[in-house]
C-alpha cells in the first residue's frame, strides 16, 4: 500500500532507446510531479500536472514528455536517451500546499 | 529570482552533539519552507515545515524573515540521523512549486 509508486526501480539502456518510467500515487492527491536527481544530489523540477493538466514545464528537452491518463497516474517517456540523461528521478504528488510525497525513484543509467 | 542556499555539503558531527544545518532564502513573496530529508538510497521524506512549528524526530527549524534562514537544528545528534538533508522553498504559490536546496550530508560519527 505504498502511497507514491515508481516503475521500474532500476533502468539500463543503450544511448538512443526510448524509454517510460511509471508513477502512481493512492493518496487522492490531485498534483503530481517528476524531479530529477543529478549525480552531485541536485534536485530540480520538470514537470507538474494537477487533475491531469500540465501546469509547470520546466526547461527539459522535448524528448522529454509527461502524461497524465488520471490524477492518479504521472507517467514519464522520453525518446532518444543520451548519456546525460543518467539521474535518479522522483515521482511526487502533493495536495494544496502541503509538502511533498516522494516515491521511491528510478535509477536510470543510459550507457 | 528565488534560490534556496545550503552552504554546507558535508556536515560531521560526533553522536551526542547539537547539530544546525544551515538553510538561506531569496524570495520576494511570503516564504513556505520545508525541510527534507533523504536516507542512503532511500526516497525523500517530508521532515516538517515551517507553518507547522512542529518537532520531528528532536528536530526543529524556525523561519527567520529577517535573516531569510531556515536552519534546522537538534540539539544531540543520533547516529541514525545519518543522511542527505534538504531545505526546500515553495515559490509557486498555489502551484506548490518547490525549489530545493543543493543538500546537506550529515555523517554521525560513534
Known amino acids: 500500500d505504498t502511497a507514491v509508486s515508481q516503475t521500474p526501480k532500476y533502468l539500463v539502456t543503450q544511448m538512443g532507446n526510448d524509454k517510460s518510467i511509471k508513477c502512481e500515487q493512492n493518496l487522492g492527491h490531485d498534483t503530481m510531479y517528476w524531479y530529477k536527481q543529478d549525480s552531485k544530489k541536485f534536485l530540480k523540477i520538470m514537470f507538474s500536472y494537477n487533475n491531469k493538466e500540465l501546469i509547470i514545464n520546466e526547461t527539459v528537452p522535448n524528448r522529454f514528455s509527461p502524461k497524465s491518463p488520471d490524477k492518479a497516474h504521472l507517467n514519464l517517456h522520453i525518446n532518444s536517451l543520451e548519456l546525460g540523461d543518467s539521474a535518479v528521478y522522483f515521482c511526487?504528488?502533493?495536495?494544496?500546499?502541503?509538502?511533498?510525497?516522494f516515491g521511491s525513484g528510478t535509477r536510470l543509467t543510459v550507457v | 529570482a528565488q534560490r534556496v542556499t545550503q552552504p554546507e555539503k558535508l556536515l560531521s558531527v560526533f553522536k551526542g552533539a547539537p547539530v544546525e544545518l544551515k538553510c538561506n532564502y531569496s524570495?520576494?513573496?511570503?516564504?513556505?519552507l520545508f525541510w527534507y530529508v533523504q536516507y542512503s538510497r532511500q526516497r525523500l521524506q517530508l521532515l516538517l515545515r515551517h507553518i507547522s512549528r512542529e518537532s520531528i524526530k528532536g528536530f526543529t527549524a524556525d523561519l527567520n524573515k529577517g535573516e531569510t534562514s531556515f536552519h534546522l537544528k537538534k540539539p544531540f545528534a543520533q547516529e541514525e540521523d545519518s543522511a542527505m538533508y534538504y531545505c526546500a522553498l515553495n515559490y509557486g504559490g498555489a502551484t506548490n512549486k518547490l525549489i530545493f536546496g543543493t543538500g546537506t550530508l550529515l555523517a554521525v560519527q560513534p
Open positions: 524570495y520576494s513573496g511570503s516564504p513556505e
Open positions: 511526487a504528488s502533493s495536495q494544496r500546499r502541503n509538502g511533498y510525497t
